[in-house]
């Protein structure tokens, strides 16, 4: 498969639909999630699209404040160093160019990481 940018709506689905099926799955973050998000999956997943969407579009679909539900999750920087991998790894996996580039470095909001 040859790789391209992120460059629509159904892109952001792939990409988030595929990393948080493996943070579910992951042994550290899933339980942690599971715990938060429980049978509310598909309202999370919408509003990640809707987030990058905004973030990598500037098409402004999200509100909201994505670090606040975060900061008050039980995680460390171990923690976020295996998200970090996940994203990263996701990213890469389906695309390359500017766009998922700057999709790899907002990973955080005003410095502070979700």
């Not at 606040?68 to 790894?89: G, L």
């Amino acid at each position: 498969m040859m790789k391209r940018d992120i460059e629509n709506l159904d892109d952001i689905k792939l990409m988030v639909n595929t990393f948080y099926g493996r943070i579910q799955k992951n042994e550290i973050l899933g339980p942690i999630f599971e715990e938060r998000v429980g049978g509310r999956w598909e309202q999370h997943l919408e509003k990640m699209y809707r987030f990058w969407q905004t973030i990598l579009f500037d098409e402004h679909t999200y509100s909201g404040a994505p670090f606040p539900p975060h900061a008050r999750m039980p995680i460390d920087e171990s923690h976020f160093i295996i998200w970090v991998q996940n994203w990263i790894r996701t990213v890469d996996e389906f695309f390359t160019g500017p766009i998922s580039e700057e999709a790899k470095k907002k990973r955080d909001i005003n410095g502070r990481y979700f």
